[in-house]
């Protein structure tokens, strides 16, 4: 059993940078695939990022890469998303999410946290 939290989620004008955490519990965290989702208003989930156990691979939606950055620090149950250069159209709550196996489907995962609200002005 593992157990999310994320925090770090605000209110923030476009071009601004915001870091958002995950605290996870569990000893066997650096085994799973962690990854951040998220899901703005009238949309579906999408996965955002992920991190192999190792931090040895890693995958970013396009239109995230170049300003996005995930990472993880398994000594302290961490993983963090790495937000810059933030646009309006990243506006959702974010949600981090972990699995066995990896990959970027809703279904590849089966711990989830309750989530954390990013705005973006223009």
């Known amino acids: 059993q593992v157990q999310l939290v994320e925090s770090g989620g605000g209110v923030v004008q476009a071009g601004a940078s915001l870091t958002l955490s995950c605290a996870a519990s569990g000893r066997t965290f650096s085994r799973y695939t962690m990854a951040w989702f998220r899901q703005a208003p009238g949309k579906e989930r999408e996965c955002v990022a992920t991190i192999t156990g190792s931090s040895a691979s890693t995958y970013f939606t396009d239109s995230v890469k170049g300003r996005f950055t995930i990472s993880r620090d398994n000594a302290k149950n961490m993983v963090y998303l790495q937000m810059n250069r933030l646009k309006p159209e990243d506006t959702a709550a974010y949600f981090c999410?972990?699995?066995w196996g990896g990959g970027t489907r809703y279904d590849d995962y089966i711990y989830w946290g309750q989530g954390t609200q990013v705005t973006v002005s223009s």
């Open positions: 999410a972990a699995s």
